[in-house]
T-cell receptor, first 117, second 111 residues
Framework: SAVISQKPSRDICQRGTSLTIQCQVD?????MFWYRQQPGQSLTLIAT?????????ESGFVIDKFPISRPNLTFSTLTVSNMSPEDSSIYLC??????????????FGAGTRLSVL | RKEVEQDPGPFNVPEGATVAFNCTYS??????FFWYRQDCRKEPKLLMS???SGNEDGRFTAQLNRASQYISLLIRDSKLSDSATYLC????????????FGQGTELSVKP
């Protein structure tokens, strides 16, 4: 498995402000992912973050709104910019690890529960 | 049409019951299949990978039918601790990359 530390675990923010979420992994990984889970919904991939290159964003997500940094192989940040109440969600980072005899597995951080007023 | 669709929940079953969850996916080129479990207010955790030949892990059995683009999860002898949301997850690539999550099926096991 993987030990993933994500912080903050929760925050309440005012509209128009920005929040940066940090994700730290216990060992080097090539790919890190950022997901959003809106209330009562399943997970939606925001972007894939590879070290040394720009993040790859999924349809409906843009860099100006969700800038991502990946300065090294154990760390990434996601910023939620110019927040509105519609951004209230759980944001989760995940990493991929190889498992013997099976496909690569994604492991998730505990998530950041964001409420925007 | 959603890329991954699951049975709508919730499923309310008594302890000891057998319960089955179904899932369909739209991309016939999908390569990786998983069931994840998500407890209330927690992150998703891998329950099991799903292989073409079907696979079993204790009380849990997963099946994959590529021709029908259908995945199932069978839970036998349900325990109270099985209460959670079960997420059907599909990966487009053989190794690595994005995952597409179903909306989840909530299971509640009652005494």
């Amino acid at each position: 498995s993987a030990v993933i530390s994500q912080k903050p675990s929760r925050d309440i923010c005012q509209r128009g402000t920005s929040l940066t979420i940090q994700c730290q992994v216990d060992s080097q990984v090539t790919m890190m992912f950022w997901y959003r889970q809106q209330p009562g919904q399943s997970l939606t991939l925001i972007a894939t973050a590879n070290q040394g290159s720009e993040a790859t964003y999924e349809s409906g997500f843009v860099i100006d709104k969700f800038p991502i940094s990946r300065p090294n192989l154990t760390f990434s940040t996601l910023t939620v910019s110019n927040m509105s109440p519609e951004d209230s969600s759980i944001y989760l980072c995940s990493v991929e690890r190889a498992r013997s005899g099976t496909k690569n597995i994604q492991y998730f951080g505990a998530g950041t529960r964001l409420s925007v007023l | 049409r959603k890329e991954v669709e699951q049975d709508p929940g919730p499923f309310n079953v008594p302890e000891g019951a057998t319960v089955a969850f179904n899932c369909t996916y739209s991309n016939s080129a999908s390569q990786s299949f998983f069931w994840y479990r998500q407890d209330c207010r927690k992150e998703p955790k891998l329950l099991m990978s799903v292989y073409s030949s079907g696979n079993e892990d204790g009380r849990f059995t997963a099946q994959l039918n590529r021709a029908s683009q259908y995945i199932s999860l069978l839970i036998r002898d349900s325990k109270l601790s099985d209460s959670a949301t079960y997420l059907c997850v599909v990966g487009p690539y053989n190794q690595g990359g994005k995952l597409i999550f179903g909306q989840g099926t909530e299971l509640s096991v009652k005494p």
